[in-house]
């Protein structure tokens, strides 16, 4: 068997409390999904793990100005059954039905999961695909910023040590068409490919998985071709795939994604 | 490192403790309290052997503090059967065959548990989808998904 | 009626256990006082070590030692059954990136964890040796230059005067005059096959608690083979065999990975050096660290007749067997004998190397040697029948051998009807049929030389209130024995199953037995079972007649009671009125050995025949296996339920070689040793349709004609798999796993070559 190192807890019963408590070796904890394996790993020794799981700002599902504002400790099972989320974002609540596996769902949340910035992350690249914002914030004040801009790549995020990911906001667009494929066959997704077809007409694709961070593309008329896209991704070859596979289901999976939102190139 | 002190019902039982933070749940219902049936594998939140049940909801123990079922209930499955008579899931389990060497099956049976709390008649991919993850090395699953089902219909027939 | 046990599907003995929890494994026993030992290894693949300090780990709290080689003068510091060339802990020089080098043991794990991380070991790197062909290359360096204590003479075929290469274990067999034949032959088929390297991947990782208690040594332990661990031990520890006791609960999994000794000396050397129990529990990624199954590039070459008849083959097999032997040679000799299938082969040539690697040592893995050759032998031979435009299946049904012919000289003769097995999984498939594009139907066979060597003791305790205690050397890792040996004495003394406790697996309370493999135990230990039981009924024969003041002749014994001339009493009865009171027992024992009909060796054939049907998908390669066949041909299933369990499951483990499975080297480590990266099958890669197909023709040595099971249905799987692809698209695959990549760059290959040709016949 193994074991964690030792650590202190932190359980601040706000969000203020949790600000103060948070620094470079005083680590935000929620579901622990990733943040405990990598400590088991030996990768990370924080001090402290600052438990949000007590931080009531953090655990809500609300509508504000059209968008759903989901909290940054709301886990992937309450966000994916919530009757908001179902609704307005049924590409969202598929995909978060679809991450790990239920033990996982329970406990992991969408903050933990951006901030961990796993570049094979699929609740990453549907947020970005959504237009999703996230809220920063630290003692100093708070920080608003799209999901795209968060992520600076392979686990690395903008995100200061004393700041915390608060909030998640999805715009609900009325008409927005979404789609998402992608290609999995070992524990995590070879290529992922979220398409959006906007009311006013405009078309792009995420690409997920392949590289250090989804990529966004606009598509079609106004943007590029798929055969555009593949070339100019950057690709990490890995065990779920060499360059030219992540290349060729790349490809594969933009001409579903094409097909399933009824464009043509 | 400072202990913490936790609060909690381990299957339908108050128990209190005081522990250092870095105890997981599966190492505190283990070596804590003795209740051996789950068991650690993959200890990468994969395999689902050591799954138990935290307010309802699945969870693995080997990834999940102890600190964190404070105020919350447990059910692993030394729990499962109240009394003598088995749950008609661990019936089914006997029944179907469903296990050889048994490593996973608490894992598998507790899994199975969530599963029909929450969806009563559950179709094949339901089931495969839910047991993405849970390894079983031995049986070839078919016996498995067989004790889902006859676990499904003997608790629908119960109710 | 009572007894009628045997031949039917009884619920399994340990299942209630199973689903309550309350099943122990070794991984479940504690002691007073037992403190826990983490085992810090190399870093290098290939290195001397220069220092060690303890110092920093010392002084970590809760730290009770830290343990070395070096601290480990007056013990003999090695083990391994056939070449005692595994140190307990790396003495002065590390061979492969993982091997032990320091046990540090603390009062609780996270004691021993921390300690461990403070263990300072520096190097001096030696040049590597990663597989078989730099292993062999003029000038490689020597993974070891001292010849070391070899393993009694029921492994000889596994021992071999070594010079000091990095040959660990050359295995030759032949017969005929190949050369010539090839000359002769229609058609002389080549190819080249490479097998991955593998891990078991049983759930429970290895294990084990030791202590010593007043001059004995006392094991609890993840071990398939309690006695040969004991017989390791008592080396280490220059103690008799009578102070040494090896026990062996429940185990979670085994398929051979478990075989032989693993953690236990690590254990035993901390209770050792500290007067205290010791748990040394490894992990997953420690666990592949510590065994293995041998990866393999094998040659083979078959030449033919027109008709499709065998007239040569010739096989050049070479294992990567990693830095220590362990079991590898046996595997090696195995495959030896395993890999040119049950054919009349007039003209033979097989020639096994292993190679010492800087790797994880390898050992046993269900079907051991087997998939490996199998693999390499009936791709070969669908090549051929498709070279002279034949169809695979008849190929086959005119070079199988018969029922009762020999295709090994020297050998048993095949106690099972392969052509029979063979026609049921064509049919079942609907081979013959044309398969839709993108589809293809694949089938296998082989024969085993399973068993082992024939050594097996048991003990039946009839007790005085008529209930019975089986006691078998025997391991329950799953496959069923503690239920199957259950019904064999139920049926053997005419009771109800429930009067029959089988109790297994410890050196101080139950009988020898060799090893728990093989497939040997329905058939070995379950005839121990039966003699002992026909022993007992024996003597509650003569008690009887004492009683009954009859002659022997006039007493029978059935169905739990003992009948004479005049009346009969229960065998409760008899027991308590010979010796006088609720008292006393009536001990039979029955004992296998190489004698009588067992003289001839193997035992048993253990047949394998599978096939499936599989879909690929153009775009992404990936293959879906829609259609599953196996045949079990035990000759009498004592559980059809078990049986089916057995073929099922290890014809999985065999879908995960063919597709998924692989461990990786990049430069001296390991990269994917844990189950995020190594993928093992998974509920959704399930054939939809399964067909378990059980053959009872009585044909087999065991018990009412029973024969092992438990391999067979894994053998030819990747070979089955391997057909089946290469059908599908249109080109010969040459290496597993056939991953969606994989697949994908083969129909790329297809494309832009005239690759091998495919047809369907």
Redesign the interface.
């Known amino acids: 068997?193994?074991?964690?190192?030792?650590?202190?807890?932190v359980r601040p019963p706000d969000l203020g409390g949790a600000l103060e408590a948070l620094s470079a070796d005083h680590l935000p904890y929620a579901g622990?999904?990733e943040l405990?394996?990598a400590m088991?790993q030996?990768l990370l020794r924080p001090a402290a793990?600052v438990?949000l799981?007590g931080v009531r700002e953090l655990s809500g599902i609300s509508v504000i100005d059209g968008s759903i504002v989901i909290g940054g400790a709301v886990t992937h099972?309450t966000a994916s059954h919530a009757g908001e989320v179902r609704a307005s974002l049924p590409a969202l609540a598929e995909v978060l039905q679809?991450v790990?596996?239920?033990?996982?769902r329970?406990?992991g949340t969408l903050g933990g999961n951006l901030c961990f910035a796993e570049p094979k992350s699929d609740v990453a690249t549907i947020l970005i695909a959504l237009g999703a914002e996230v809220e920063l914030a630290s003692t100093d004040g708070a920080r608003v910023m799209p999901v795209a801009d968060l992520l600076a790549g392979p686990y690395t995020t903008v995100r200061e040590e004393n700041e915390l990911l608060t909030s998640i906001s999805v715009p609900v667009v009325d008409d927005r068409k979404v789609v998402y494929e992608k290609?999995q066959?070992?524990?995590?997704p070879t290529v992922a490919v979220a398409g959006v077809a906007e009311p006013d007409g405009s078309r792009r694709v995420v690409v997920g998985a392949v590289g250090g961070r989804p990529e966004t593309f606009a598509i079609g008329p106004d943007g590029h071709d798929p055969e555009e896209i593949e070339e100019s991704l950057e690709i990490f070859p890995d065990?779920t795939?060499?360059e030219s596979?992540k290349r060729?289901?790349v490809s594969?999976l933009l001409a579903r994604v094409v097909r399933r939102l009824g464009w043509t190139t | 490192m400072t202990d913490v002190t936790l609060t909690t019902q381990i299957n339908g039982r108050p128990q209190t403790a005081t522990i250092a933070p870095r105890l997981s749940l599966a190492e505190f219902l283990r070596d804590g309290l003795g209740l051996t049936g789950t068991k650690l594998s993959c200890e990468m939140q994969v395999c689902g052997a050591c799954t138990v049940l935290v307010d309802g909801l699945p969870v693995s123990s080997c990834n999940y503090l102890a600190a964190d079922v404070d105020g919350r209930e447990v059910l692993t499955i030394e729990g499962l059967a109240t009394g003598p008579e088995l749950h008609p899931i661990q019936k089914a389990f006997i029944d179907k065959f469903a296990m050889q060497c048994g490593y996973c099956t608490p894992g598998f049976v507790m899994m199975t548990k969530a599963l029909l709390d929450e969806v009563a008649d559950p179709s094949t991919d339901e089931i495969a989808d839910h047991f993405e993850a849970n390894i079983c090395r031995c049986t070839g699953y078919q016996p498995i998904v067989a004790a889902v089902r006859e676990a499904a219909s003997l608790i629908r027939e119960d109710r | 009626m009572k007894g009628v046990s045997a031949g039917n599907a009884v619920p399994r003995v340990d299942a209630r256990d199973k689903v309550t929890g309350a099943a122990r494994f070794a991984i479940d026993f504690s002691t007073a006082g037992m403190l826990h030992g983490k085992v810090v290894r190399s870093t290098r693949a290939h290195a001397t070590i220069r220092a060690i300090s303890k110092d920093a780990a010392l002084a970590v709290p809760g730290v009770a030692a830290v343990v070395t080689g070096s601290d480990l003068e007056g013990l003999f510091p090695r083990f391994g059954h056939v070449v005692a060339d595994h140190p307990i802990l790396a003495l002065g020089r590390v061979r492969y990136f993982g091997e032990p080098v320091a046990l540090v043991i603390g009062t609780s794990p996270h004691a021993a964890a921390d300690g461990g991380e403070k263990v300072e070991i520096s190097y001096d790197d030696l040049p590597t040796v990663m597989t078989p062909h730099e292993a062999m290359a003029d000038g490689a360096p020597l993974l070891h230059d001292e010849e070391y204590a070899q393993g009694d003479r029921s492994f000889a075929e596994a021992r071999s005067e070594r010079k000091l290469s990095n040959l660990a274990h050359e295995a030759i067999l032949g017969w005929g005059d190949v050369d010539s034949a090839f000359q002769e032959a229609a058609v002389v088929v080549e190819s080249q096959v490479h097998f991955p390297m593998l891990y078991a991947y049983a759930m429970e990782p290895y294990n084990a608690v030791a202590a010593f208690d007043d001059g004995t040594l006392e094991i609890v332990s993840t071990a398939q083979h309690p006695f040969q661990v004991r017989d390791d031990l008592a080396r280490v520890f220059g103690l008799p065999l009578n102070r040494v006791r090896v026990r062996s609960p429940l185990l979670g999994g085994g398929y051979g990975s478990k075989s032989y000794t693993k953690v236990e000396p690590l254990a035993a050397v901390g209770a050792w050096a500290t007067g205290q129990p010791v748990r040394v529990a490894l992990d997953v990624e420690e666990s592949i660290l510590t065994t293995r199954a041998d990866s393999a590039t094998i040659d083979v070459r078959t030449g033919l007749d027109k008709e499709g008849r065998i007239l040569a083959r010739d096989f050049d097999i070479l294992f990567n067997t990693g830095a220590y032997v362990d079991n590898g040679s046996l595997v090696l000799a195995k495959a030896v004998h395993r890999c040119m299938g049950p054919y009349r082969i007039p003209n033979l040539r097989v020639r096994g190397r292993a190679f010492y690697t800087n790797t994880v040592p390898s050992s046993s893995y269900r079907g051991f040697g087997a998939p490996q050759g199998t693999f390499a032998g009936e791709t070969n031979l669908d090549r051929a029948a498709d070279k002279l435009g034949l169809d695979p299946a008849e190929v086959r049904r005119r070079n199988l051998v018969r029922p009762g012919e020999r295709h090994l000289p020297g050998k048993r003769g095949m106690d099972a009807d392969l052509i029979a097995d063979l026609d049921i999984v064509v049919e079942k498939l609907g081979w013959g049929q044309e398969s839709p594009p993108g589809r293809g139907i694949g089938f296998a066979c082989s024969a085993s030389d399973a068993g082992a060597f024939p050594v097996s003791t048991a003990t039946v305790r009839l007790l005085a209130d008529g209930s019975v205690m089986v006691l078998t050397g025997s391991t329950e890792m799953g496959q069923g024995s503690r239920t199957a040996l259950a019904q064999i004495a139920a049926t053997e003394l005419g009771i109800d199953l429930d009067r029959v406790r089988v109790v297994q697996s410890d050196t101080f309370g139950t009988p020898y037995e060799r090893t728990t493999g093989a497939s040997r135990t329905t058939t070995l230990t379950g005839l121990a079972v039966q003699r002992a039981c026909r022993e007992a009924l024996r003597q509650l024969e003569e008690i009887g007649a004492e009683l009954m003041e009859c002659r022997i002749e006039e007493v029978k014994t059935a169905e739990g009671v003992v009948a004479g001339p005049d009346r009969e009493i229960g065998f409760d009865v008899a027991v308590q009125d010979w010796f006088g009171g609720r008292q006393g027992e009536v001990v039979g024992h029955g004992v296998v050995r190489r004698a009588g009909e067992l003289e001839e060796l193997p035992p048993f054939w253990e047949i394998g025949m599978v096939g499936v049907d599989v879909s690929v998908d153009r775009d992404s390669g990936r293959v879906t296996v829609e259609h599953l066949v196996t045949v079990g041909d035990v000759g009498y299933a004592i559980n059809p339920a078990l049986v089916e369990g057995q073929d099922l499951g290890a014809a999985t483990q065999g879908l995960g070689m063919a597709l998924y499975e692989q461990l990786i080297y990049d430069g001296p480590q390991l990269v994917n040793p844990n189950i995020v990266e190594y993928r093992v099958p998974r509920m959704v890669d399930m054939p939809s349709q399964i067909d378990c197909v059980i053959v009872e023709r009585s044909d087999g040595v065991g018990p009412y004609g029973a024969k092992g099971g438990g391999e067979g249905s894994l053998n030819p799987v990747a070979a089955a798999v391997t057909s089946a692809v290469a059908r599908a698209i249109g080109i010969w695959p040459d290496r597993l796993p056939l991953t969606p990549e994989a697949v994908w760059e083969l129909m790329n290959k297809r494309e832009e070559s005239d690759g091998d040709e495919v047809t369907d016949a």
């Not at chain 1, 068997?1 to 202190?8: R, Y």
């Open positions: 068997m193994s074991v964690l190192p030792p650590f202190e807890l622990g999904t405990l394996l088991r030996g793990l438990d799981k099972r679809r790990g596996s239920p033990r996982v329970s406990v290609f066959t070992m524990e995590r065990l795939g060499t596979y060729h289901i594969l």
